[in-house]
């Protein structure tokens, strides 16, 4: 069997809920082989980020050299990547490979409140990965933080998304999970303007939801498809991994990219 190749550079969760564990089981589920290069290791459960240890530079870069000279990656993603320096590595990697299918989730706050991206690295973010994106999906404070202003109404959603395809990615999907009333995603390539609805669901098991919806959208695009097609797919398998959450641990519970395996026998 011949799988589309997808590549996550984003760190690991002990947890299991986030990162790249929740990227290679989205991967999986949507018909793509998952590969992974892990930018930090966290120790981290529901209730919040205690630790967090950047892996080295080179060990970053060589992840990514050897899994694409190997295997070739039809389709990548970024998560944690907390230092200007892990940034530009990264990029620079990227470039060199011709990973030019890169959806960019520029993390920065776990749920429990740890900060994941450092002051310092939003600049290099805005200079030397961004521009290299296909796409962008920042929820409302990681835009507000890159753009550096506030991000309440519809309206300023959408003036959100211009800006940040000004910014150099080629598409931008501001997510209105944090907003009030349905949630309504952004979509926004240049020149169409869609919003993209799905009813809000009453839980506050979303840990590891950004995650798990930027690899639905990198699993689409390693497929094949047209990144709005990627980005419906998405929409629905994070709707439908959102109202199958899973209660466990005393905090936020994960979501659960899963949900369509039968368990029991």
Not at 64 to 92: C, H, N, Q, R, Y
Not at 100 to 120: S, Y
Not at 163 to 192: P, T, Y
Request: proline share 4%.
């Amino acid at each position: 069997m011949k799988l589309p190749v997808a590549l996550t550079v984003a760190g690991s969760d002990s947890g299991g809920g986030a990162g790249i564990q929740a990227d290679l089981k989205t991967f999986a589920m949507l018909g793509v082989h998952g590969t992974s290069a892990i930018t930090a290791i966290t120790a981290q459960n529901t209730t919040g980020v205690t630790e967090i240890l950047e892996l080295p530079v080179s060990l970053i870069r060589e992840q990514i050299k050897v899994v694409a000279e190997d295997f070739g990656v039809d389709a990548a993603k970024t998560g944690i990547l907390s230092s200007p320096e892990i940034i530009e590595a990264v990029a620079a990697a990227l470039a060199q490979h011709r990973i030019d299918k890169l959806v960019v989730d520029p993390v920065m706050v776990a749920k429990g409140g740890a900060k994941l991206l450092r002051d310092d690295a939003v600049s290099a973010l805005r200079e030397h990965l961004i521009p290299l994106a296909i796409m962008i999906t920042p929820n409302l404070p990681e835009a507000e933080v890159l753009l550096q202003r506030k991000i309440v109404t519809l309206d300023e959603r959408r003036a959100a998304a211009r800006d940040l395809v000004g910014l150099g990615a080629r598409i931008a999907v501001v997510k209105g999970g944090h907003a009030e009333g349905a949630a309504i995603d952004v979509f926004f390539d240049g020149s169409q303007m869609i919003e993209l609805e799905a009813e809000r669901i009453a839980t506050t098991n979303t840990h590891g939801s950004g995650c798990v919806f930027s690899a639905a959208i990198t699993a689409g695009l390693a497929r094949g498809l047209a990144p709005l097609e990627a980005v419906r797919e998405a929409k629905a398998f994070i709707t439908q991994a959102i109202a199958n959450s899973l209660e466990i641990g005393h905090g936020h519970g994960p979501v659960n990219p899963v949900f369509g395996l039968s368990i029991g026998g």
